[in-house]
Nanobody, 128 residues
């Protein structure tokens, strides 16, 4: 089992920045990828970004490319998401996720079903 705990959400003005953290514990060495998803009210959970645990080659959703940066501190078993140039459209609950399976196609890493462990989520609200 892997436990994930997010932190860092809150209220931020449009154009501002915020950093989310996801502290992992448990059998994290079994995971092949970690990532971030988000879910806005009335919408399905959507992919934001992910990074494999072995190679530092991140993947981003088009909506956040160039504004968000995912990173990982292996020594601290912590995943980060630096978000900048935020807009009200970024308002959502942000979830950290970890998966044990590896895929050859990026598509599978964008699917919620490819991840085995989830955090409780942290709210990010962007005011206009």
């Amino acid at each position: 089992q892997v436990q994930l705990v997010e932190s860092g959400g809150g209220l931020v003005q449009a154009g501002g920045s915020v950093r989310l953290s996801c502290e992992a514990s448990g059998r994290i060495r079994t995971t092949s990828a970690m990532g971030w998803f988000r879910q806005a009210p009335g919408k399905e959970r959507e992919f934001v970004s992910m990074i494999p645990t072995i190679v530092n080659i991140p993947l981003y959703a088009d909506a956040v490319k160039g504004r968000f940066t995912i990173s990982r501190d292996s020594a601290k078993d912590t995943l980060y998401l630096e978000m900048s140039k935020l807009s009200p459209d970024d308002t959502a609950v942000y979830y950290c996720a970890a998966g044990e399976r590896s895929y050859t196609r990026d598509y599978y890493y964008t699917q919620t079903t490819s991840y085995d462990y989830w955090g409780q989520g942290t709210q990010v609200t962007v005011s206009s």
